[in-house]
């Protein structure tokens, strides 16, 4: 079935979001979750790329029916702002029982993967659903409230070496409260990079090597947790 849209039980109700699932059938569930610009064409074309790899795709749209356009940062970072955290809560823990559930998505454990303030919320979510079992950010940090402890997912990072979100140093001490939390991770930088550095469709901070290279190490971490 080609990737569509769906509306997936959370909060009492419904919310949107984008589905993608591999030629061959069922794959282990993983959602995505965007970065402030809400659930644009480069988040579901991160969908479809897992889905060609062979798993079932879930992306969130945390802002419910908003996008914000790449030129429009002063927005987006409103948008980002005005975000429910709590109700996004209820989102992304939705999306993980709609793939538990699903049988459009195989087995009982999901992956998270997320971006910049989706990377983020993917560990949030973490501390939210033992389900979860691989945890991937995108130079994301999670709340200095973020219960770590609460994760029962491996962490796989990925970070720019100039950035001022999520900087080598805000970095740093996310790991040490990672092991402090027991929480078992492995972070990787990326020399020369910066912020979004995955994000083709912002060519100012694309890099095509250190994208290809963190989505191999990806790929090959939620194979190894999740199977394929």
Partial sequence: MPARMIEFASNGTTTPG?????????????????????????????????????????????????????????????????????????????????????????????????????????????TLRESVAACVDFYGIPDAAAELSRIRARVLGHFADHDDYASPAAAQLFGQRLQAAGVAHEFHTYPQTQHAFFNDDRPSVYSAAAAQLSWERTLAFLREVLGR
């Avoid at 993608?20 to 610009?37: C, D, K, M, N, R």
């Avoid at 644009?40 to 914000?68: C, M, N, Q, W």
């Avoid at 992304?92 to 910049?116: K, N, P, Q, Y």
Wanted: aromatic share 6%.
């Fill in 18 to 126: 984008y589905l993608s699932i591999p030629a061959a059938g069922p794959g282990p569930g993983v959602v995505v979750i965007q970065e402030w610009w809400g659930l644009v064409d480069h988040i579901k074309s991160v969908a479809d790329r897992l889905a060609a790899e062979g798993f079932t795709a879930l992306a969130p749209d945390l802002y419910h029916g908003r996008a914000v356009g790449l030129d429009e940062p002063d927005e987006a970072g409103k948008a980002a702002m005005a975000l429910d955290v709590a109700r996004a809560g209820r989102d992304m823990t939705g999306a993980v029982d709609h793939l538990v559930a699903s049988a459009e998505a195989r087995g009982a454990a999901v992956g998270a993967i997320g971006f910049c303030m989706g990377g983020g919320l993917a560990v949030r979510l973490a």
